[in-house]
């Protein structure tokens, strides 16, 4: 994507209202409260650590170019309320992968400019080669070694969500249990699990929203435009009521509330 379109992306989520959260913000009906009331949460997910997206000056802050300049440019200039929100899914350096964000020797300088900001780093495997006709044991080390890699470099990277290389799931049938919890422990290691496109994704309170394959919009022309000219023309999108504790459901689509995700949410219908 170039310079110009990822501004004008920006723009135009700032024109529907949309606010930037983390991915992992979508775990909890918390973290989505701190979305200003009448506001539409929206995480912007950059895969693969390119250069593009972080290229450092020698002083330690982003370039103007990069998108991480980009977007926190377009925040002083047009959006003052939004945070400094955005997850990145990044491989380690190996030999299949240059280290994260390809400029020799920041990629630890890089990775905690990210966190301190309050930005997500998330894993996207070890070696970013399809997981599609891998056993259990190999997707299991492709996420571990991903994870221990990029804590080796940034021990406060969260590292709590997933993204599938290419979208290309395991095709054996325990596949829920490894993607979500690799190592198992007693909490599952990734509490989301991205797919490669799809389209919006619906609301983590909604049945139809399946944390291990989270959908997303892609960015091929005009893809981005379509969708949230559908979302706003039919009110289907979560808007955030800006009350913890109280999920507002419009009265049409309480059929779709999944109660078991409610988490001792009150819901109001409106
Ligand atoms: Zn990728």
Not at 19 to 42: F, I, Q
Not at 218 to 243: A, D, H, I
Request: hydrophobic share 35%; glycine share 6%.
């Amino acid at each position: 994507m170039s310079s110009a379109t990822f501004r004008k992306h920006l723009r135009l989520l700032d024109e529907y209202g949309m606010y930037p959260v983390n991915m992992r913000d979508l775990r909890s009906h918390t973290a989505l409260a701190r979305v200003p009331k009448g506001m539409v949460p929206v995480v912007l997910t950059f895969d693969d650590g390119r250069r593009s997206q972080f290229a450092m000056r020698s002083d330690g802050s982003p370039t103007s170019s990069s998108a991480i300049g980009i977007l926190e440019q377009h925040i002083r200039d047009h959006s003052p309320r939004w945070q400094r929100r955005a997850t990145f899914y990044v491989m380690p350096k190996s030999i299949h992968n240059p280290e994260p964000f390809h400029q020799n020797g920041l990629a630890a300088s890089k990775l905690k400019y990210l966190v301190d900001t309050g930005y997500e780093v998330g894993n996207h495997t070890w070696s970013h080669r399809s997981l599609r006709r891998m056993s259990e044991t190999q997707v299991a080390a492709e996420l571990i070694r991903c994870f221990y890699g990029i804590r080796a470099l940034c021990p406060a990277a969260t590292m709590d969500t997933l993204c599938i290389p290419f979208g290309e799931y395991p095709r054996f049938s325990s596949w829920r249990r490894v993607v979500a919890n690799p190592l198992s422990q007693h909490t599952a290691m990734h509490s989301a699990v991205l797919m490669a496109w799809g389209g919006p994704s619906y609301s983590p309170f909604d049945k139809r929203y399946d944390n291990l394959r989270v959908t997303r919009i892609g960015v091929s022309p005009n893809e981005l435009e379509v969708t949230l000219k559908g979302l706003s023309k039919n009110r289907t999108w979560y808007v955030s009521g800006g009350e913890e504790g109280v999920l507002h459901v419009p009265s049409k689509l309480t059929k779709y509330i999944a109660t078991s995700k409610l988490q001792g949410l009150t819901t109001r219908v409106q």
